[in-house]
């Protein structure tokens, strides 16, 4: 699965997508959050505020509670404002 990164979450994590195989503990997109925070100190402080995180599962904004398993790519992304 193709994980990508943008803005700050891809700043603080240092890479902006990278292929992941998911764990068969993985099943959503709050998992896979969990999971991604415990792979090192930049995912974590990326992904501390992990309410705000916006999860979108094959270019489909979703909740976290959104299934990712057989997913192609999974983006996470900070709140965006703008006008």
């Known amino acids: 699965m193709k994980v990508k990164?943008?803005?700050w979450v891809r700043e603080r994590i240092?890479?902006?997508e990278e292929e992941i195989v998911l764990p068969e503990?993985?099943?959503t997109a709050g998992d896979l959050i969990l999971w991604l925070k415990g792979r090192?100190?930049?995912?974590a402080y990326a992904l501390e505020q992990d309410r705000f995180i916006r999860v979108a599962v094959d270019q489909r904004h979703v909740t976290h509670d959104a299934p990712v398993s057989?997913?192609?790519?999974?983006?996470?992304f900070p709140p965006m404002t703008g006008g």
């Open 5 to 7: 990164y943008f803005a």
């Open 14 to 16: 240092g890479v902006p």
């Open 25 to 27: 503990n993985v099943s």
């Open 40 to 43: 090192g100190d930049g995912y």
């Open 70 to 76: 057989g997913a192609r790519e999974v983006a996470l």
